[in-house]
Each structure stands twice: as structure tokens, then as C-alpha cells.
């Protein structure tokens, strides 16, 4: 009996291969939504008080990311230097290209995209908010807001969206309560079904601000669906704002490279020096929008731009 049984064993397991190979599905197709054991996952803390939150450079070295189990539909690998990367069809909920899309990571400046949100729904548009000494204490390398000036909530918002302005975003948040409106913002993502996303600030300036790509992917389909206008500050190239203080217009120019871009729909920038480039894009395909996410990356720009190619 027992030889008889593994003479079916051996047969069983040539005939299981077969019929996968039938299928037209690869091992890592069949597995797209399981991360590789290999691939040792990088888990970041959310604990405010963790000291893991202070050295991720350090972490990422010690957990290489294996780029074997990325796979696309026309096999093209591009040679990226992103830790993580997710592109996905909004009108699919299969990734076209996935590595450690459950990752989670610093998301450093993407936190404005939830920031604008709380914003939109919780603000008055036309309200105008003065930026004091303290909200513009925080670094803020592209802002030309500047302390004593007056702005609408609106024109506060795209300058978050354009120049990712630190400034602008502490200013809605401290006139709102930030505490409440910082609430209101995990509120948001658990309602969106963002389980693995935390809010410490609105900026992004904190490690601690952590989301993965499944996450944020649900937050820009929200975005898309809603508020399109929101996307479209993220695309234009160059816009105003007004400092109703001194009557001055002040120019915006676009810091994300693809902003003005045929096909490009939106997205949102990230860095610190924690997380490294971070990027979220939405653009236009002929099977409808796509998005793509880059973390963890030296070049954002320019792996997103591969991975665009490779799935053209």
C-alpha cells in the first residue's frame, strides 16, 4: 500500500503542473496578492516612541527588497530603485505590477492628500487663515508663504497640492484644532478602509505618518471619484495664490516633474529622509486611469517613468 500511494504522489504532482501550465498563469501570477517569504517584508513601528522609527535607512539595508516577485502582464522588467512599487487600473482591484504592496512605510508629504481632503469637508473654502511665527516655524523648503500673511483656505490647499507646502497645511490644521483635525483625518482613513494607515501630523514631516500602497490607492480613487478639482492642482503647472494681507500674488510652479504632462492626471509627492522619494501618479490609458506607486525610491521621477514605458 505504501508504494502504491507514492506512485500517486508522483503522478499527482507532474499532473498539478500541467494544469497550471494550461491555465496561463505564472507561480508568481497565481500568488500576486502573497508576498514572498523571501522578500522579508519591511514592517516599520508606529510607535511614536520606537527607536526602529529613527533608523529606517538601517532597517532597508538589513531587509533587502527582492524585486522577484514584481511581475507584469508582458513580463518587461524596468530597472527601478524603488522598495516598493504598485501599479493598478482604478477599475481593477489586480495589480498589474506589485512588489511589497503591503509594505508599510513613512509616506513623508502624500499625507497631504488626506489633509486636503478633511479640508475640503470639514473647512469653509473662503475662510481666511493668518500664518503666525509658530506655523511657519516647521521647515518648509518651497513655500513663499511667509509670516503676517493672509489666505483662503482654498488657496492654502493648492499650494499643499503644487508646492507641498508644510506652511499651508499646519495653517488649516492649527485654525481647525490640530489635534481634532488630526483625528478626523485616521477617522477618514478608516472609513476608507486604509486599516494600515496612521496620521501623526498633517505635513508628513514625521516618520511616524505611515500608510502602504493598497492604502493610498484607496484614498486617490476616493479623491478621483470626488473631488477632481483636488487632482487638478496637482497637475497644473504653474497657478497663483494671493496673500490678501499685502495684495501680492505669488506664483506656484509645480514640483512634481510630471504636473503639465499629456496623460497625466495627478499625484502627490513625498519625501524625508527616512522614507526617500516617495510618488503617487494617476494617468491616463486607453483601459482607463492607472496608478502607480513608488516608495522608498532615489529616483521617483524616473522609476515611475520606467514603469510607465514598461506597461505602454
Not at 511589497?100 to 475640503?120: C, E, F, G, H, Q
Not at 527616512?274 to 503617487?280: A, D, E, F, P, T
Amino acid at each position: 500500500m505504501r508504494k502504491l500511494g507514492i506512485f500517486f504522489i508522483l503522478i499527482a504532482i507532474p499532473v498539478a503542473f500541467t494544469l497550471i501550465k494550461a491555465s496561463g498563469l505564472s507561480a508568481n501570477e497565481i500568488t500576486v496578492n502573497t508576498a514572498n517569504v523571501e522578500d522579508k517584508i519591511i514592517n516599520i513601528p508606529t510607535d511614536t516612541n520606537s527607536q526602529l522609527n529613527q533608523n529606517i535607512p538601517e532597517i532597508v539595508s538589513q531587509n533587502p527588497v527582492s524585486t522577484s516577485s514584481g511581475q507584469t502582464s508582458n513580463q518587461c522588467q524596468p530597472d527601478i530603485g524603488a522598495q516598493i512599487v504598485v501599479i493598478r487600473y482604478l477599475n481593477n482591484p489586480y495589480a498589474v505590477y506589485e512588489m511589497n504592496s503591503d509594505s508599510r512605510w513613512p509616506i513623508a508629504s502624500i499625507t497631504k492628500l488626506m489633509t486636503a481632503v478633511i479640508a475640503l469637508e470639514n473647512v469653509d473654502q473662503n475662510k481666511k487663515i493668518t500664518l503666525t511665527a509658530d506655523i511657519i516655524s516647521k521647515q518648509d523648503n518651497y513655500s513663499e508663504l511667509k509670516k503676517g500673511g493672509i489666505y483662503t483656505v482654498k488657496d492654502l490647499i493648492k499650494a499643499m497640492m503644487m508646492i507641498s507646502s508644510n506652511n499651508a497645511a499646519d495653517a488649516i490644521a492649527r485654525d481647525f484644532g490640530e489635534e481634532n483635525f488630526i483625528a478626523l483625518m485616521n477617522q477618514k482613513a478608516r472609513g476608507l478602509s486604509m486599516f494600515n494607515t496612521q496620521y501623526f501630523d498633517p505635513t508628513g514631516l514625521t516618520v511616524n505618518n505611515q500608510s502602504t500602497p493598497n492604502d493610498l490607492i484607496k484614498l486617490i480613487t476616493y479623491i478621483y471619484n470626488n473631488y477632481p478639482d483636488l487632482l487638478k492642482m496637482t497637475r497644473t503647472r504653474k497657478d497663483y495664490v494671493t496673500d490678501l494681507n499685502s495684495d501680492r500674488r505669488i506664483t506656484l510652479t509645480n514640483i512634481d516633474d510630471f504636473a503639465g504632462q499629456v496623460g497625466f492626471i495627478g499625484g502627490k509627492t513625498g519625501y524625508i529622509d527616512q522614507s526617500q522619494g516617495n510618488l503617487i501618479s494617476l494617468f491616463k490609458e486607453s483601459n482607463g486611469p492607472v496608478v502607480f506607486v513608488v516608495m522608498g525610491s532615489q529616483n521617483r521621477f524616473g522609476d515611475t517613468q520606467k514603469l510607465l514605458n514598461c506597461l505602454k
